[in-house]
Each structure stands twice: as structure tokens, then as C-alpha cells.
């Protein structure tokens, strides 16, 4: 489930009493570009410029995505530095830009489909930039592909079964954090990707 830490953001939006990280998220995600927004700050830091390049969306509409960001407690400041005869802010994101299955299909369909496009595109790149630094050719690497033929309840057996490992994986990721410093853990970076989609339908010929 995605969390979030407390923002620093200092707003006084009001909450709606028990509203949880995960109904502030859905409300982050209800936009397009606050949801493209939200996924880069979740990869880095990143200035509301340095954003509105990469996005190409005009910089004015790009910070108020972000102070709505912040309303929503997804993102905080992290640092300001001048730049240009002006003040950057650059921010990172405190809640990851994930939701459960229900809140999934409470979204637009085309902003799933850009959503799901928009990581698959971030796995494409960073695989072939670990590929042009030889980090493919370690023997450690763990890469499959497996089609499969299932029926609805299989399909959705086999979500709920990747959505727990996927949790497991943070754990085990927050423990390995728990250990930096210690003379004895180098720290790396790595990165998993789940997968699990329908195939289109093989033509026939």
C-alpha cells in the first residue's frame, strides 16, 4: 500500500476527517500531468523547471501541479538553490505514485494507459542504459518471460500474489536501508519491474 510522510509544505488545505494516504494519492493521480509530475519525483529530485522541460508543459502549469502535489502531502521540499537571478525549489516525492485495485479502476482509462505507458518507458530506458554499461552481464541478473493461459480468477490470483511480493521487496529494501553504514553492506542500486498483462489476441491467418 503507498504511504506518505507528513509535508513540509506548510499548507492549511483542509482534510476531509480520516482521509487516508491513499484516497491524497488518488486525488494526486486524477490528473494527468500531476500523475507524470508525481512519478519523476518519485525516480529524483527534481525543480518544477527542470520538470516542465522534460515534460514539455508550460513552467506556470507545471508549479501548480507541483503546490497541488504538496497540498496533497505527495511531495516535499528538499532544497532551494538560485539559479538565473531566481530562487529553484526542487522536490521529491514522499508517496508513491501507486494505488490498490479499486482505486486503479476508479481512473480514467486513458490516463491508465498513459500512466502504465509512461513506466514501461522508464523500464525500456533504464534497461538499455544498464545494458550499455555491461551491468546486463551479471550473472545475478534475473530476467523472465513466461505467457501464460489463464481464466479471470487465475489472472487476478497471480495480481493479488505479485502486489505481495512487490511489498515484500520494499521491505526488504527498508531493512537493507536500516543496515547503510555498516562496514559490512554496500549499497547498489538495482530496480524490479512486474509485469503481468493480457496479450492481444494472436491474428489468425
Known amino acids: ?43 529524483r529530485v527534481a525543480s518544477p523547471g527542470d520538470l516542465a522541460l522534460e515534460l514539455g508543459a508550460p513552467l506556470g502549469v507545471v508549479s501548480y501541479h507541483v503546490r497541488m502535489l504538496r497540498d496533497y502531502e505527495c511531495v516535499e521540499l528538499v532544497r532551494t538553490e538560485p539559479r538565473r537571478g531566481a530562487l529553484q525549489h526542487f522536490y521529491r516525492a514522499t508517496a508513491r505514485p501507486s494505488l490498490d485495485e479499486d482505486q486503479w479502476r476508479t481512473l480514467p482509462s486513458s490516463l491508465r494507459r498513459e500512466l502504465a505507458g509512461e513506466t514501461i518507458a522508464v523500464v525500456v530506458d533504464d534497461l538499455g542504459a544498464a545494458s550499455e554499461a555491461g551491468m546486463l552481464e551479471d550473472p545475478d541478473v534475473v530476467v523472465s518471460r513466461t505467457p501464460l493461459e489463464v481464466d479471470e480468477r487465475a489472472f487476478k490470483r497471480l495480481n493479488r500474489l505479485l502486489a505481495r511480493t512487490h511489498e515484500q521487496a520494499l521491505q526488504i529494501a527498508a531493512e537493507s536501508a536500516a543496515r547503510q553504514g555498516e562496514k559490512s553492506s554496500e549499497v547498489f542500486p538495482t530496480e524490479l519491474a512486474v509485469l503481468h498483462f493480457k496479450r492481444a489476441q494472436a491474428s489468425s491467418r
Request: glycine share 6%.
Open 1 to 43: 500500500m503507498p504511504t506518505s510522510t507528513q509535508s513540509s509544505s506548510g499548507s492549511h488545505r483542509s482534510r476531509p476527517p480520516g482521509e487516508t494516504a491513499e484516497a491524497r494519492i488518488a486525488k494526486a493521480l486524477a490528473h494527468p500531468l500531476r500523475a507524470r509530475i508525481l512519478q519523476r519525483l518519485g525516480e
